[in-house]
């Protein structure tokens, strides 16, 4: 999954893209409320981790200025201020959670996977498709009871696919959410990590699950 965090302390913005790319997240950094709503606006998230008190437009006027252009990303708001009404105002320009620094990291991450589960038919920590588990919560991957390694980003894409099964994914999507903006699309590494992941998750296992839609993408479905 990939999250945006706009957050103009420095040192809190590299610890937090430390710790989520750790727990298999693509993480994008903006560190004024103007960069940030523009990174918001024009690239896809699944979360958006949004400070308050921020230079050139501060948080609050980010999160109305998202909300009434359609941006629907999630948005969760991170501030040192802990007055009912400051949460009360955030919640009214449409964010959808609220933490209160400082924060407990394994917190932040809860709420993190309460949020994009929020926005997908999955409600549970434990993905279920087929013969295949994914714990969200643990970072394991299991298939017929045998317990898959998957590195970092074989498990990110592996969850965005168990996030939008029987759908077509182009390579667009897959970078827009598994990777950050970094990340040069034009490049064969989509089709190198899914070739990876069909070897650890196919290969020795039926049905095959991931499969190729000729021209347009890929699809995660037991009955293509």
């Given at each position: 999954?990939?999250?945006?965090?706009?957050?103009?302390?420095?040192?809190?913005?590299?610890?937090?893209?430390?710790?989520?790319?750790?727990?298999?997240?693509?993480?994008?950094?903006?560190?004024?409320?103007?960069?940030?709503?523009?990174?918001?606006?024009?690239?896809?998230?699944?979360?958006?981790?949004?400070?308050?008190?921020?230079?050139?437009?501060?948080g609050?006027?980010?999160?109305?200025?998202?909300?009434?252009?359609?941006?629907?990303?999630?948005?969760?708001?991170?501030?040192a201020?802990?007055?009912?009404?400051?949460?009360?105002?955030?919640?009214?320009?449409?964010?959808?959670?609220?933490?209160?620094?400082?924060?407990?990291?394994?917190?932040?991450?809860?709420?993190?996977?309460?949020l994009?589960?929020?926005?997908?038919?999955?409600?549970?920590?434990?993905?279920?498709?087929?013969?295949?588990?994914m714990?969200?919560?643990?970072?394991?991957?299991?298939?017929?009871?045998?317990?898959?390694?998957?590195?970092?980003?074989?498990?990110?894409?592996?969850?965005?696919?168990?996030?939008?099964?029987?759908?077509?994914?182009?390579?667009?999507?897959?970078?827009?959410?598994?990777?950050?903006?970094?990340?040069?699309?034009?490049?064969?590494?989509?089709?190198?990590f899914?070739?990876?992941?069909?070897?650890k998750?196919?290969?020795?296992?039926?049905?095959?699950?991931?499969h190729?839609?000729?021209?347009?993408?890929?699809?995660?479905?037991?009955?293509?």
């Amino acid at each position: 999954m990939r999250i945006l965090i706009i957050e103009d302390d420095k040192k809190i913005a590299d610890g937090l893209q430390r710790g989520l790319t750790a727990q298999h997240y693509s993480v994008d950094l903006a560190y004024d409320g103007i960069e940030g709503e523009r990174l918001a606006s024009v690239n896809e998230y699944d979360v958006i981790v949004l400070d308050i008190m921020l230079p050139k437009m501060d948080g609050w006027e980010v999160c109305r200025t998202l909300r009434k252009y359609k941006v629907q990303t999630p948005i969760l708001m991170l501030t040192a201020l802990d007055d009912v009404e400051d949460k009360i105002r955030g919640l009214d320009y449409g964010a959808d959670d609220y933490l209160t620094k400082p924060f407990n990291f394994g917190e932040l991450i809860a709420r993190i996977r309460s949020l994009v589960r929020r926005n997908s038919d999955e409600k549970s920590t434990i993905i279920k498709y087929s013969n295949l588990e994914m714990n969200t919560a643990n970072r394991t991957v299991q298939r017929d009871g045998k317990f898959i390694y998957l590195s970092a980003k074989e498990f990110a894409l592996l969850e965005y696919f168990l996030l939008n099964k029987h759908k077509v994914l182009t390579r667009e999507m897959i970078s827009e959410h598994v990777w950050d903006m970094n990340f040069d699309p034009q490049s064969n590494v989509i089709d190198s990590f899914i070739r990876y992941l069909r070897q650890k998750i196919d290969q020795d296992f039926d049905p095959p699950l991931i499969h190729t839609v000729r021209g347009v993408g890929y699809k995660l479905t037991d009955s293509y």
